[in-house]
Every structure is written in C-alpha cells, then in structure tokens.
C-alpha cells in the first residue's frame, strides 16, 4: 500500500520493446518528466518537500502532463494514473490473482528472519487460496451485525474514558484510536468473550498499540532511504525498523497464541462464530491462522485509526454536521425500527466516512504490477509495469465531485434531495479501500467499527478542534501533527 516501495526497473525495459501493438501507442511515448541518470526526478521531489509531500508533487504532475504519466523517482519506475476511466482499465487487466505493489522493508525484513506471513504478502495460488476462505468471513454483510454488539461495548469503553479527560482535551486520540482498533478486531477475530477479557486486554492491548505505533513510526522513517542499503548498513532508521517489527509480531503472536488456547473447541459450524473458529472449522492449521491474524493486526490498526482521526477532525471543524447525526439519530431511534442496528442507517455518519477518505485517502496511491501486456489509456503496457492510480488527485478532483475540496457528506446520500447525487459525478474517482479482487477485504469491520464510534459519540459529545492539520504521507497519508480533539458533554 505504502508509496515507497522499491521495484526494479530493469525488467520493465527488457519487456516493454516486446509488447508493442499497431493500434496502440508505444510505452515510451507515455508522457514523462525529464530526469537525471540514475536518481531521476528525485532533485524535484526534494524541491517540492520531500516523500512526505509525494501526493501534492504528483498532483502538480498530472496537471503538467495529463491523466497518464510515466516517472522514475529514485529507483522507482512507475506510470501514475488519475482519471476513473484508467483505473477501471488497469482493474479489467489485474488478472486472477492481482499483484500489488508490496513493501520492500517487509520483503527484506520477511526473508532475513524467514517469517511467513499473512494475506497481504502471499501471491498468486496461495493468494487465491486463503482469500476465498477469507472473504466470506470478512466481507458478508452479515459480518457487520456479528460483531456489532461486541463493537458497541468497545465503543463504550472508550466514550467512558473520554468522559473523564481534564478541560476535554483528549490528549492521546491516536493511541485512544488504536486501542479501539484493536479491540474491536480481537472481538472479531476471537469472539466477545475474549475479546472483552480484561485480563487479557490488560494484558496485551496497551504493549500491542505501543508496538504497532512504533512500527508505523519506524516504516514511515525507511521511506526516506533505500532499504535495502539501510538494511546492508544496519543504519539507524533500519534497525528501528527491524526491532519494532520484531516486537510488534512478537506480541502478536502471543496475543494470537493467549487467545487460542482460551477458545473452545467447536464440532460444528455457527453463524456467529468469529474468524478464528470458522478457521478452525475448515481445518486450518494452527501456525496458519495465526500468521493470517497476526497479519491482520498489522493491517487493519494503523489504516483504521489514522482514517478516525481524520474523520473526527472534519467533523470537529464542521459542527452544523454534527448536529445532522444527533438530529438523523434521534428521529432512526424514535421511529419504530429496532435501534439495534441504528447505528447502519445514519447517512450523514456513512457520508462523513466518505467524504473524509475521499479528502485524506489513507492509501493515497492503489497499486497494481501488470501481469500481462495490455493497453491502458491507448498506450501499450509491458508486464511487470508498476501502475500507480493517485487517490488523491481524483479524489479531489472537480470534474468528479462538485466542491471537490468541501467536505460535504450529504453528497453521499442517494436519498437526500435530488440535488445531492449530483455532487458526485463519478464515484470510481474515490476508492479508499481499492477495488478489485484484491481490494481491502477488513472493508466491512473498518466501516462498521468506524460507523459505531461516531454512533455512540456524537450524540453524547460535541467535538471542536484548536488546530489546522495538513496531510502528509508518512506510509501512509496521515495528519502532520497531532490533531488537539475537545469534547464537551451535550446536554
Ligand atoms: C479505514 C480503514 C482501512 C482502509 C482505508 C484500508 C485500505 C486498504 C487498501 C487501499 C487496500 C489495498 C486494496 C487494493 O489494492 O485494491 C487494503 C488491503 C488490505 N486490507 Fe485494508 N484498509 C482498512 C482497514 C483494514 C482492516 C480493518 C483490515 C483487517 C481486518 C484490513 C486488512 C487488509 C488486508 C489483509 C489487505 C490485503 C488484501 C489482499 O491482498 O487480498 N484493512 N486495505
């Protein structure tokens, strides 16, 4: 997901000659910015602010040579692409088991300790294979009401704690998030029972966040370097890198290890049964489901806690929005619907999420390496060609949404006024969880834990901000600062 991944370039030129087609234009006549030998652009990317700013450098470059560009940063060849079009094209052409771009840290970090690992890293066959196991299990809608009750009660937790802030200054949003994060998913993963143990929440939860932060905070430092050169010098950035991996799996696997002892056995399959069980049930092997789990920690805390934060941070600055919820809450819970499941039909609360991926798109850049010459925008593409599609760019796009740079959350809502669906001209232009064969399969546990949270604290607490935040990428495209949330108790 991460922008800085390193991908050889050499292959790509033995290939791209080969794939050439009469209809077609040539891969070399692909729009590109010139560059020096060997580092390429990279002297404009330090010019224009460094990786951090990677996203506003790329935006500035469609606007120089069009939706479909090609441009070597480092040793990174890529062609960038922003326009909804293209990105269907590049889907159409992502094969069975589609490749994205992968980390090269962790590919480096996989091999140097020999650990096998989860979904995310796996490809081709074994890919296809647990992902067909997976994807029920994550992404049924029936998914979102499994967990929910499980959800609700994590959510209350964390509202409790926020009840007693000093000033109503919540002064740890992010950790508080995390936290949240992975609670819910131990629920979904383990089941309430153990997911909602204090002891073992006790246990494990605070040094888990702390790890996970860590690592975040290690990955984002590597993007500045080769990797591999870090790696061979053992520098600074390398090892920290190295450690917090080594912990943050280290915890996981305990927590994993914990949680699976505690877990009774089942003979049958149950609807309710959370991840590991029905794992359990298909006779998954033990050492398998926990490289699958732990992995899916490491995906799902640091993408769903920095989407909250910036969530909450529209939502501070726009309190006439927060007033929408509370007043779309109150009239769902005293209508004669079950308030059960309240928490689904608030559309200014599924709108706000929208609206906040699609200003602050987490994974700013889609990937994807092609596997089979195609044609994508007219232009020849050899196999191994890097496609990088700009979230961000599109997202922010007028063509594709009216007042593309306002956050305006009843846009989303198909069943507003007549006028809304009209600000957004093409939804394909958003894609904050990808798309695709591959796209994010913790989509739905994201979503519904997100939903919750701002179900349950809305109408409980107004939130105001004190400060401006800008997004940088940092891995991922997250806030430059920490962004100072207040709360005050609606009365
Ligand atoms: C707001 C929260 C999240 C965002 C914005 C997000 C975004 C993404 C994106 C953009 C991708 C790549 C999709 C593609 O290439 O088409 C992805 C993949 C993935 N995500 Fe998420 N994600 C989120 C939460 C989660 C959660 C909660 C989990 C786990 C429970 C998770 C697990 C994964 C995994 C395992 C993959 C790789 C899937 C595969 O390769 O088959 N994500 N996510």
């Given at each position: 997901m991460a922008f800085y991944v390193r991908y050889p370039i050499g292959r790509i030129?033995?290939?791209?000659?080969?794939?050439?087609?009469?209809?077609?234009?040539?891969?070399?006549?692909?729009?590109?910015?010139?560059?020096?030998?060997?580092?390429?652009?990279?002297?404009?990317?330090i010019r224009a602010g460094g990786v951090s700013q990677i996203h506003r450098y790329i935006d500035e470059r469609h606007r120089q040579l069009g939706p479909i560009f090609r441009e070597k940063l480092g040793h990174v060849e890529a062609v960038w692409l922003a326009e909804p079009a293209l990105y269907q094209q590049v889907f159409q052409n992502e094969g069975a088991c589609p490749r994205p771009m992968l980390p090269e840290p962790w590919l480096i970090f996989n091999k140097k300790h020999s650990y096998k690992r989860g979904i995310f890293f796996m490809q081709d066959e074994e890919w296809l294979r647990y992902r067909k196991i997976l994807?029920?299990?994550?992404?049924?809608?029936?998914?979102?009401?499994?967990?929910?009750?499980?959800?609700?009660?994590?959510?209350?937790?964390?509202?409790?704690?926020?009840?007693?802030?000093?000033?109503?200054?919540?002064?740890?949003?992010?950790?508080?998030?995390?936290?949240?994060?992975?609670?819910?998913?131990?629920?979904?993963a383990f089941g309430r029972d153990i997911g909602l143990d204090q002891e073992i929440v006790k246990t494990y939860v605070p040094g888990?966040?702390?790890?996970?932060?860590?690592?975040?905070?290690?990955?984002?430092?590597?993007?500045?370097?080769p990797p591999n050169l870090a790696a061979k010098w053992n520098l600074d950035a390398w090892h920290c890198f190295e450690q917090s991996a080594l912990n943050a799996l280290q915890l996981a696997n305990q927590l994993t290890e914990t949680c699976l002892e505690k877990l009774p056995p089942k003979d049958h399959n149950n609807e309710d049964d959370c991840i590991v069980s029905s794992l359990r049930q298909q006779k998954m092997a033990k050492s398998n489901i926990q490289r699958i789990v732990v992995d899916l920690f490491l995906a799902a805390s640091d993408t769903t806690s920095h989407s909250t934060q910036w969530v909450l941070y529209l939502l501070a600055q726009h309190p006439e929005v927060q007033k929408k919820i509370v007043s779309e809450i109150e009239s769902v819970q005293s209508s004669n619907q079950k308030t059960g499941d309240g928490w689904q039909h608030i559309p200014t609360i599924k709108g706000s999420v929208k609206e906040a991926l699609r200003l602050y798109p987490v994974a700013t850049f889609l990937t994807r390496i092609i596997q089979d010459?195609?044609?994508?925008?007219?232009?020849?593409?050899?196999?191994?060609?890097?496609?990088?599609?700009?979230?961000?760019?599109?997202?922010?796009?007028?063509?594709?949404?009216?007042?593309?740079?306002?956050?305006?959350p009843e846009r989303w809502n198909r069943h507003g006024p007549s006028n809304s669906m009209d600000m957004v001209m093409d939804p394909f232009a958003s894609l904050p969880f990808g798309h695709g064969r591959r796209g994010c399969i913790g989509r739905r546990l994201a979503e519904s834990q997100m939903y919750i949270l701002l179900y349950k604290a809305i109408p409980r607490f107004s939130f105001q901000t004190d400060n401006k935040v800008e997004m940088i990428m940092r891995l991922l495209g997250t806030v430059d600062q920490p962004v100072q949330l207040r709360l005050q108790h609606r009365s």
């Open positions: 030129r033995m290939l791209e000659r080969r794939c050439y087609t009469a209809e077609s234009k040539p891969f070399d006549s692909i729009p590109s910015p010139k560059g020096l030998p060997l580092i390429g652009t990279l002297l404009d990317v994807s029920p299990l994550l992404l049924k809608t029936a998914t979102l009401h499994r967990h929910a009750e499980s959800f609700n009660d994590v959510a209350d937790r964390l509202l409790d704690q926020w009840e007693h802030t000093e000033n109503g200054l919540i002064t740890n949003l992010e950790g508080d998030l995390y936290c949240y994060f992975v609670q819910g998913l131990m629920c979904a888990m966040v702390q790890h996970l932060r860590n690592l975040f905070e290690g990955s984002a430092r590597l993007t500045l370097l010459q195609c044609v994508i925008g007219g232009y020849n593409i050899p196999p191994e060609t890097l496609m990088l599609m700009s979230a961000f760019t599109t997202g922010r796009d007028e063509r594709y949404f009216r007042n593309a740079q306002n956050f305006m």
